[in-house]
């Protein structure tokens, strides 16, 4: 006969053995914070951790308000060394420099992002860097890139090119566009919106991943960051166009194409923008909630028919002609 009390001493025990890791981790590392963020940092990077937790301020209240949020979520952000990484438990089958978010008890949740400052982000230059392809861009693309990027230096950028591969191109990506797209992870997994959303297996990982990339748009422009909007679209629509070669398969299937299937989630949600308004994001996802409170799950259809529903048109062939979304 099968033994429940065993099964659940077992699961018990490795929650433990799961929360003393994250703690012995937290006690080794440095950390700031308030009651309700605690950034925890590798080395010399206070000043990082400080500019960490004041985007996590500023942007909170949006995302907020984005959800008509009524509890909060606590947040522990590790800004992690290659050192560090290893000893975290949600870290040990990832490669470092990897980003991303796992869902704790009671509203805790927590966010990994590789220390660029120390260590190479080594995964998420492999990700990125061969979609950054200084030829794939115009010539006006590429002063516009390049300004939007000296305003956010403080300094003029006189080699683009080098500049993409340094250490502080990647501090700012994380702190500016990573955080607030793993935010929103946070905020849809808190209210039913998780990875594998779909009937019958099927995932709609698109909508998972599209929404966070929205969001980041959606945050900086509420906090008024004209450079940030115009980086984070012009970035990815650059991604979008230079990996080509990955369309037809809307679903990410490894990390060679990757950022190009974030690339063509911003391409999507701008184009909807543009036709449809600025609200349309937030309109979305007011009723992909309300339909949630009373679904486990919605197929890609009942997702299309949502856009659809606030565009007052059919998108279904948009989507699959456009996406191979159906």
């Given at each position: 006969m099968f033994d429940f009390t065993k099964v659940r001493l077992l699961l018990l025990f490795v929650v433990f053995i799961f929360f003393l890791s994250f703690n012995n981790v937290s006690k080794a590392m440095d950390s700031i914070g308030t009651r309700q963020f605690t950034i925890y940092f590798s080395g010399d990077s206070k000043g990082i951790a400080q500019?960490?937790?004041?985007?996590?301020?500023?942007?909170?209240?949006?995302?907020?308000?984005?959800?008509?949020?009524?509890?909060?979520?606590?947040?522990?952000?590790?800004?992690?060394?290659?050192?560090?990484?290893?000893?975290?438990?949600?870290?040990?089958?990832?490669?470092?420099?990897?980003?991303?978010?796992?869902?704790?008890?009671?509203?805790?949740?927590?966010?990994?992002?590789?220390?660029?400052?120390?260590?190479?982000?080594?995964?998420?230059?492999?990700?990125?860097?061969?979609?950054?392809?200084?030829?794939?861009?115009?010539?006006?693309?590429?002063?516009q890139l390049t300004n939007l990027l000296s305003t956010v230096e403080g300094t003029s950028i006189s080699n683009l090119d080098q500049y993409l591969s340094s250490k502080e191109f990647y501090i700012h990506f994380l702190i500016e566009i990573v955080l607030l797209h793993e935010i929103m992870h946070d905020f849809c997994f808190e209210f039913g919106i998780p990875e594998n959303y779909g009937k019958n297996g099927q995932k709609a990982w698109w909508l998972f991943e599209g929404l966070a990339q929205w969001s980041v748009l959606w945050v900086h422009r509420r906090l008024g960051n004209d450079h940030w909007v115009g980086l984070h679209e012009l970035l990815y629509r650059w991604m979008y166009r230079t990996g080509q070669t990955y369309r037809g398969n809307i679903s990410p299937i490894n990390y060679s194409n990757y950022a190009w299937f974030h690339g063509i989630l911003i391409e999507m949600f701008c184009q909807l923008e543009n036709e449809f308004g600025n609200d349309y994001g937030p309109a979305i996802l007011k009723i992909l909630l309300k339909k949630m409170n009373s679904n486990d799950f919605l197929s890609n259809q009942e997702i299309i028919a949502t856009f659809s529903c606030v565009a007052n048109q059919d998108l279904s062939t948009w989507f699959k002609s456009n996406w191979k979304i159906e």
């Amino acid at each position: 006969m099968f033994d429940f009390t065993k099964v659940r001493l077992l699961l018990l025990f490795v929650v433990f053995i799961f929360f003393l890791s994250f703690n012995n981790v937290s006690k080794a590392m440095d950390s700031i914070g308030t009651r309700q963020f605690t950034i925890y940092f590798s080395g010399d990077s206070k000043g990082i951790a400080q500019q960490i937790l004041e985007v996590t301020q500023r942007s909170y209240p949006i995302f907020i308000e984005l959800f008509d949020a009524k509890q909060d979520l606590r947040l522990d952000i590790f800004w992690a060394d290659r050192r560090d990484w290893s000893q975290i438990p949600q870290c040990r089958n990832k490669d470092y420099g990897m980003p991303h978010m796992t869902k704790g008890e009671n509203h805790k949740h927590y966010i990994i992002l590789p220390a660029a400052n120390i260590d190479e982000p080594v995964q998420l230059i492999r990700i990125i860097k061969p979609l950054l392809d200084i030829k794939k861009l115009s010539k006006d693309e590429t002063c516009q890139l390049t300004n939007l990027l000296s305003t956010v230096e403080g300094t003029s950028i006189s080699n683009l090119d080098q500049y993409l591969s340094s250490k502080e191109f990647y501090i700012h990506f994380l702190i500016e566009i990573v955080l607030l797209h793993e935010i929103m992870h946070d905020f849809c997994f808190e209210f039913g919106i998780p990875e594998n959303y779909g009937k019958n297996g099927q995932k709609a990982w698109w909508l998972f991943e599209g929404l966070a990339q929205w969001s980041v748009l959606w945050v900086h422009r509420r906090l008024g960051n004209d450079h940030w909007v115009g980086l984070h679209e012009l970035l990815y629509r650059w991604m979008y166009r230079t990996g080509q070669t990955y369309r037809g398969n809307i679903s990410p299937i490894n990390y060679s194409n990757y950022a190009w299937f974030h690339g063509i989630l911003i391409e999507m949600f701008c184009q909807l923008e543009n036709e449809f308004g600025n609200d349309y994001g937030p309109a979305i996802l007011k009723i992909l909630l309300k339909k949630m409170n009373s679904n486990d799950f919605l197929s890609n259809q009942e997702i299309i028919a949502t856009f659809s529903c606030v565009a007052n048109q059919d998108l279904s062939t948009w989507f699959k002609s456009n996406w191979k979304i159906e």
